[in-house]
């Protein structure tokens, strides 16, 4: 089974842009979560999509939103960029386990 | 506040040096809790869930226990490859066990 795909896996961007990150979950996956990791914080869940609709959601400011599309596929965007949103984000499918399974993540830098 | 913290940062084995990874937690009403590794610029990698004290699950050189306030990764005879951060992460309520809150990690440096 192929694995979880991210893209782009790398971004440059300014401050003030705004930027979507797409994730592909494994085949048969329904749930999608997204994740920031960063040195100073390590990893912060962001929220999480299931049959495209939010089903959890962490502490990040309404400049991070997502949605899910039919065949499951996330995509996750932030608006207003700023410094501190410089990270890996990482994207997490589970299936009928409760484990997630990540993907390589993309890596955005904000300048 | 439901807090997930590892000990200890970073630890330099020696190949075939046996040790211990810790990972403390204070949730109300544990659910499970999961064990990544995480290679440098990858995404983490599952290891193992554990959903009661008491429970153990083993893989090849690594075998990750549980009790009521801590849960252990025990590694044996370590290869260099074993080099990785370790993170464990604990699910969060309410929610399912998508929404986790993740320790900042054990990074293991395994030295030939």
């Known amino acids: 089974k192929a694995g979880v795909t991210q893209t782009p896996r790398y971004l440059i961007k300014t401050r003030g842009q705004q930027v979507t990150l797409s994730c592909s979950p494994i085949s048969g996956h329904r749930s999608v979560s997204w994740y920031q990791q960063t040195p100073g914080q390590g990893l912060q869940f962001l929220f999480e999509y299931f049959s495209e609709t939010q089903r959890n959601k962490g502490n990040f400011p309404g400049r991070f939103s997502g949605r899910q599309f039919s065949n499951s596929r996330s995509e996750m965007n932030v608006s207003t960029l700023e410094l501190g949103d410089s990270a890996l984000y990482l994207c997490?499918?589970?299936?009928?386990?409760?484990?997630?399974?990540f993907g390589p993540g993309t890596r955005l830098t904000v300048t | 506040e439901d807090q997930v913290t590892q000990s200890p940062e970073a630890l330099r084995l020696q190949e075939g040096e046996s040790s211990s990874l810790n990972c403390s937690y204070t949730?109300?009403?544990?659910?499970?809790l999961f064990w990544y590794r995480q290679d440098p610029g990858k995404g983490p990698e599952f290891l193992f869930t554990?959903?009661?004290a008491g429970e153990e699950k083993e893989k090849e050189r690594l075998k990750a226990t549980l009790t009521k306030k801590e849960s252990f990764l025990h590694i044996t005879a370590p290869k260099p490859e074993d080099s990785a951060t370790y993170l464990c992460a604990v699910p969060l309520a309410p929610g399912g066990y998508q929404k986790v809150t993740f320790g900042t990690g054990t990074k293991l440096q395994v030295i030939p």
């Open positions: 949730v109300s009403g544990l659910r499970g």
């Open positions: 554990l959903y009661s």
């Open positions: 997490a499918s589970s299936g009928p386990g409760d484990e997630q399974y």
